[in-house]
């Protein structure tokens, strides 16, 4: 089925993890009344099909399934969208992990080639999922010795985030990114979220992060934005939170040192 000529087209990456497949059913009910082709990056369609079951019977959803690394699945996926929304990352702290600076490569490299084959292309806006610890004025809300102890935690997918985004940032005639960096994620109902460029809670819930995320897609103003923080309206709880936060930062130390040591 061919799209209506206004309608949205936007492409996604990470549909299956947390933050993704929240996305996913929010902008499925928002496409039963507003024209949006959604064009979905697997590489699993059977994991998406399970969470999301009749997703592939629906003429507004196309889906692609290859390696991350596959410029051409990547290509098709990107092709003709006004938005690319990546929620791609790795949440414990594993050595060599690059799963970030994959799809960054290829995505560029894809964009690359849509420019230079497409008569009248026009660069997509990026929504990328980062993290507060790469926000000068969010970190700085943190004392220092508890920002060094979240960075070290999670030394590894940090350094893929970094150079992940700053590949995309500086592909200025590519795209155009808002980063999204909200602070520690937790499984937990929604209490509603806050989008801000100001300052962020304590934690978000993968349901609020989710659901903010829909929001900047769907608000053309957001696109002006370079990066905002996204936090849930309850997420200021430090003894429901501290639990779930230390065991997170003791494994990931734990990780850290021995990849220094082995």
């Known amino acids: 089925m061919v799209a209506p000529a206004d309608a949205r087209t936007i492409a996604i990456f990470g549909a299956t993890g947390q933050t993704g497949r929240v996305i996913v059913r929010h902008l499925l009910a928002q496409a039963e009344s507003r024209p949006l082709q959604l064009q979905i990056y697997v590489r699993d369609s059977a994991k998406l099909l399970t969470l999301c079951q009749g997703i592939d019977t629906k003429p507004h959803v196309k889906i692609f399934q290859g390696a991350l690394t596959d410029v051409e699945v990547i290509k098709s ?54 993290s507060s610890t790469y926000n000068a004025r969010f970190a700085a809300e943190r004392p220092p010795f508890v920002h060094w102890l979240i960075k070290t935690a999670f030394s590894h997918p940090y350094a893929d985030l970094a150079k992940a985004q700053a590949r995309l940032i500086e592909s200025t005639s590519l795209l155009s990114i808002t980063l999204i960096q909200p602070p520690v994620l937790i499984e937990e109902e929604a209490t509603g979220h806050e989008i801000s460029t100001e300052s962020v809670r304590l934690a978000v819930s993968y349901k609020d992060l989710g659901a903010a995320f829909t929001e900047l897609v769907l608000e053309d103003r957001y696109q002006e934005l370079p990066a905002v923080g996204v936090s849930s309206k309850l997420g200021d709880r430090p003894a429901r939170y501290a639990p779930e936060i230390f065991r997170r930062i003791f494994w990931g130390m734990l990780a850290h040192i021995k990849s220094l040591v082995f």
Not at 90 to 113: C, F, H, K, T, Y
């Open 77 to 130: 996926t990107i092709s003709g969208a006004q938005i690319i929304v990546s929620t791609l990352g790795e949440n414990d702290n594993v050595p060599g992990v690059r799963v970030l600076q994959d799809g960054a490569n290829s995505i560029i490299a894809a964009l690359e080639d849509l420019k230079a084959q497409q008569k009248g292309w026009q660069k997509p806006h990026v929504f990328y999922l980062s």
